[in-house]
């Protein structure tokens, strides 16, 4: 099926979607120009930084993932005030908001006054998965930035690459997203880069057993082992989530899985459930069934939680609230 024909039929299929909601595809028909100020300002971004793409992506699922999707994860601290930034699963590790920023500034001088910050991060994931040669999909807009943010939520909401299946499909199935958005969002770990600590386990001491994970294919182990040797220092040093096609938004990832080749324990686990591990075989084999779904993966992803109409504000800037 050619990319232009799942794209139409994703548009009418999502169109039904939403149409109980506030948002509107033409939201802001004052702003021609928005679609192209956010395109480009990802594309500027990904020459300088080839991980970009990755981590605006992941930028909108960790701010979908707590309070919805309402620019939460941007808000930075202050003396009174504690954003998300620095809680557990966000500390050095989420990265881009320079890069929503930059755009925003963009935006203000095109547009002044007018598209949410939470608007421009849902676009600009969209845009880091297009531009990786990956799916596009229709883009609701109307979202309004929150006030407030929530370190707990951030903490204990966010899935952890260290917790058992279950428990992320229960955060999942907690925003309203199933097991199989599970499966396909999962699939965003074909581009980026992961630390060596989120998977240092799989490779020395799994489970306490003083031995690597039985199921990490063996030669991945031993490469893996040179880049993430047992020792501290060495917690930080990234490593490619799909080693294939580290920066190629494709179906991969599901083949790496499907080979044992998964780096993140949560990853693996997908085969170790037969509903999921059957369609992680199916999207190892069909390129575009994935794109399909991930795409009405994502517009359920961008929809948690919105606020619209008179609640939240436009942010002047997407790091504090308007004064």
């Not at 755009?103 to 676009?123: F, G, H, N, W």
């Not at 599970?182 to 003083?210: E, Y």
Request: net charge neutral; proline share 4%.
């Amino acid at each position: 099926m050619h990319q232009k024909t799942i794209v139409i039929l994703l548009f009418t299929s999502l169109s039904i979607m939403l149409a109980n909601g506030q948002l509107d595809y033409y939201y802001y028909s004052s702003c021609p120009n928005l679609p192209m100020i956010v395109k480009y300002g990802v594309w500027a971004a990904m020459k300088n930084d080839t991980r970009i793409a990755a981590s605006l992506l992941r930028l909108h699922f960790h701010d979908c993932f707590v309070n919805g999707c309402d620019g939460s994860v941007l808000l930075d601290d202050t003396k009174t005030f504690t954003g998300e930034k620095n809680a557990g699963p966000n500390r050095n590790s989420v990265r881009g908001f320079e890069v929503i920023d930059n755009i925003k500034a963009d935006v203000e001088r095109a547009c002044p006054l007018t598209v949410s910050c939470v608007d421009i991060l849902t676009l600009a994931a969209r845009e880091a998965v297009v531009l990786s040669g990956g799916p596009n999909w229709p883009v609701a807009l109307g979202r309004r930035d929150g006030l407030t943010a929530n370190m707990k939520a951030a903490n204990t909401n966010l899935p952890s690459p260290f917790e058992p299946l279950a428990n992320i499909t229960a955060k999942f199935a907690a925003v309203g997203l199933d097991s199989r958005d599970v499966v396909v969002l999962s699939g965003a770990h074909t581009i980026g880069l992961a630390q060596c600590f989120t998977f240092k386990n799989r490779l020395f001491d799994f489970k306490g057993t003083g031995q690597p994970d039985p199921d990490l294919d063996s030669s991945l182990a031993t490469s893996l082992k040179t880049s993430c040797p047992n020792v501290d220092k060495s917690n930080t040093n990234l490593n490619s989530l799909d080693m294939v096609t580290t920066y190629k938004f494709d179906n991969a990832y599901y083949k790496n899985l499907v080979n044992n080749a998964g780096l993140l324990e949560s990853d693996q686990a997908l085969m170790g459930d037969p509903q999921t591990a059957s369609m992680v075989n199916d999207y190892s084999m069909y390129p575009y069934l994935f794109y399909r779904d991930f795409a009405t993966s994502m517009v359920k992803l961008g929809n948690i939680g919105v606020i619209t109409g008179q609640n939240g504000q436009v942010r002047k800037k997407c790091g504090e609230v308007n004064h």
